[in-house]
């Protein structure tokens, strides 16, 4: 069957009609998922076995049956782990119809089919009794459904229902229990991701400082995690206030409850500063001795002989809804509230007890400035990244002359602000400036001559930055839509930034590579028709697809010089015919190539550039420093070569890049 989905097209900005196979985003989901991840994560995979194995004993001593009941068993491993630990029986239980299928070839194949039933069904429609899925309730509840907040994929209510309905009372659980910890901190560079600093603007008659409205800076935020490889994180960009604290913890061998909730602990800080962010993680304890520990600690809470790293589960950073000062040793009160999927933060000043009851409230925190829907994190660090403002300021004091008339073509941009600080005349996009700047309410194809009041534009300004773009080359749109008011722009019309470029570099990954690896085993258990599985997703489409990475959470070195591969000339139109590219690219660096990175540059104007991708390769063993406020994309090799020493080395990877103008899609192929 095909169905027709329609889009708005990222790059070229058309709205078009896509013939969907309708196992497209089935395959989707199976190649850009967790699970291969998830199977190379080996302490996870060891603890689970660890405690499940105990699980198993703890039960058979007492003379019982073991009866298992997985929920959400993925491959299976998990059940397969306690049918070798001497399990009865196990219900395998997955909700996602193609995982359910891989889970019976893998059981089958790993010869577990007499002890394992998988049973594609959400667990809370599962049936026990004679003529149910499941004979009898189960004593041992084996489960792996946490995100990185714990509770976001719905292991509540999915385990608040297990208790009441499929497992029997005081029976075992793998995992026992989780925590949640935190710890209160003071960051810059974390803080700017929720609220926008003032900006300041040398202009000629002086310095001026633009700040954002009292509505943005009261605002709370919204509530959504914010979830990032915080071991990326150096110590220097943020000071910590508080020692780590347990929050809260669920012990899942009893009945959860999911309904809202809060919790409350009350906080010395050791250090006296602005507390601005919660950070938060979890572990999880295999067994009810709490010998077997699972921990998302970050690097400086845990020893690094701890260390494990992961994808799936990272760690948390909560924005307060006001950066509160808080004094070395004089307590204050946290308050984590929660509903049955997210958890926000709340801190109050220790005052007596009963009136700070009275204060908890479980609603969520709504943005009433507008900016946090309109901006996400990274974009909030991208606009309050002084550096990059600079050469905006810079390029556009170049650019712009007294009687300009000026059109901005950007999401949420600021550039009109600061173009009307630099002294532009007449500024026509967004913003509270009414009378200088005005804002047109249509796309740019069908920009009126009424809506420029007759004018014609001197100069077309764009960061360029689009909320629909995932990929670096979606903002080409820019490109797109200032061919598409041609006809209102002037015969000299200055265009920034002038023109872009893509650029490309051979890297090997220290860890990012796992998510697309074949794992063949996993603690002893076959599981290549996962690998398979996820290999013919990937190759669902005849050509392989990049895929967006923020490259600053996921350390690479480089293998090549980064290379400029297609330019973009925004003073002229989008040409009809496509561009292409091809040439070799040579390795300099012994490594494995893991694939190609790829990113886009933006020339402001004349000598002035900014990245999206690499800032620089900071030292000669090819470490790289990524934008931080930008996703990369990353193409990875389907084979990976490995070499010792250069010499063995190709010299070289060979491309071919092609932009389909039309389509506005780039398609690549690499040769090692
Ligand atoms: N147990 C496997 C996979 C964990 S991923 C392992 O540890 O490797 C979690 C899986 O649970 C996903 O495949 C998801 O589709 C499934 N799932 C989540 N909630 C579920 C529910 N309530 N009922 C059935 N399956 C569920």
Redesign the pocket.
């Known amino acids: 069957m095909k169905t027709f989905c329609g889009r708005a097209n990222p790059t070229t900005g058309a709205m078009e009609w896509l013939e969907e196979d309708e196992n497209y985003d089935y395959h989707q989901e199976i190649a850009r998922s967790r699970?291969a991840d998830?199977?190379h994560d080996k302490d996870r995979n060891m603890k689970?076995y660890q405690g499940i194995r105990a699980a198993v004993s703890r039960v058979k001593e007492r003379g019982d049956k073991a009866i298992v009941l997985?929920?959400?068993?993925?491959?299976g491993?998990?059940s397969m782990m306690a049918a070798s630990a001497g399990a009865d029986f196990c219900y395998a239980?997955?909700?996602?119809k193609p995982?359910a299928n891989a889970a019976m070839k893998i059981v089958e194949k790993n010869g577990f089919s007499d002890k394992i039933k998988v049973i594609n069904?959400?667990?809370?429609e599962v049936t026990v009794g004679p003529d149910g899925d499941m004979q009898c309730r189960a004593n041992i509840l084996v489960?792996?459904?946490f995100d990185t907040e714990l509770i976001g994929?719905?292991a509540l209510p999915?385990y608040e229902h297990a208790h009441k309905y499929l497992v029997q009372e005081g029976c075992e659980a793998v995992p026992q229990r989780a925590t949640v910890y935190v710890q209160l901190v003071e960051s810059k560079r974390m803080w700017s991701w929720n609220k926008l600093f003032p900006v300041h603007v040398k202009a000629e008659d002086g310095e001026k400082i633009i700040v954002s409205p009292s509505e943005m800076e009261n605002c709370p935020g919204v509530p959504s995690v914010c979830d990032i490889q915080l071991n990326q994180m150096p110590s220097s960009d943020f000071t910590i206030l508080s020692d780590v604290v347990t929050m809260f913890s669920v012990d899942f061998s009893k009945r959860v409850r999911s309904a809202s909730t809060y919790y409350r602990v009350q906080l010395e800080p050791v250090k006296s500063g602005k507390a601005q962010i919660v950070l938060s993680w979890w572990d999880i304890d295999m067994d009810p001795s709490g010998m077997i520990n699972c921990t998302m600690a970050p690097y400086w809470v845990k020893s690094t002989s701890a260390f494990q790293w992961r994808d799936h589960w990272m760690q948390c950073v909560y924005f307060l809804p006001n950066e509160e000062p808080v004094l070395q040793g004089e307590k204050v009160h946290l308050t984590a509230c929660r509903d049955e999927y997210s958890v926000w933060y709340k801190l109050q000043k220790a005052r007596g007890d009963e009136e700070n009851k009275a204060d908890v409230r479980v609603e969520s925190p709504v943005c009433r400035c507008q900016a946090h829907l309109l901006w996400n994190r990274p974009r909030f660090g991208e606009l309050n990244d002084q550096n990059r403002t600079r050469q905006y300021i810079k390029s556009l004091m170049k650019v712009l002359k007294t009687d300009s008339i000026c059109l901005c073509i950007s999401d949420g941009s600021l550039l009109p602000v600061l173009a009307h600080y630099l002294g532009a005349k007449q500024f026509f996009k967004a913003n509270h400036l009414e009378d200088k700047i005005k804002i047109i309410e249509a796309r740019p194809e069908l920009l009126m001559s009424s809506h420029l009041e007759g004018k014609k534009i001197s100069v077309l300004v764009g960061e360029p930055f689009f909320t629909t773009s995932l990929l670096p080359w979606h903002n080409l749109y820019f490109w797109y839509a200032r061919t598409a008011v041609t006809s209102h722009l002037t015969s000299n019309v200055t265009v920034l930034p002038q023109s872009a470029s893509l650029h490309m570099m051979i890297v090997e990954f220290q860890d990012l590579w796992r998510i697309r690896s074949p794992c063949g085993t996993c603690e002893g258990f076959d599981v290549q028709t996962m690998d398979d599985m996820i290999k013919n997703s990937l190759n669902f489409r005849e050509s392989k697809e990049a895929e967006p990475h923020p490259l600053w959470e996921y350390p690479c070195k480089s293998l090549s010089d980064p290379q400029e591969v297609l330019t973009f000339d925004f003073r002229k139109t989008v040409p009809q015919h496509c561009l292409s590219t091809e040439g070799s690219v040579n390795l300099l660096r012994k490594g494995k190539s893991h694939g190609a990175v790829l990113w886009m540059e933006y020339h402001l104007a004349a000598d002035i550039s900014v990245s999206t991708g690499l800032m620089q390769i900071s030292n000669v063993k090819g470490n790289c420093e990524w934008n931080p406020h930008c996703k990369q994309a990353v193409y990875f090799f389907s084979s990976v070569i490995e070499s010792e020493t250069l010499s063995d080395l190709p010299s070289a990877v060979t491309y071919a890049i092609n932009f389909n103008t039309k389509t506005g899609e780039i398609a690549m192929d690499f040769k090692l």
Not at 70 to 75: A, E, K, Q
Not at 93 to 96: G, P, Q, R, S, T
Not at 121 to 124: A, E, I, L, Q, R
């Open positions: 699970y998830m199977l689970y997985d929920i959400g068993t993925g491959t491993l998990l239980i997955e909700v996602f995982m069904k959400h667990s809370t489960t792996e459904l994929e719905g999915t």
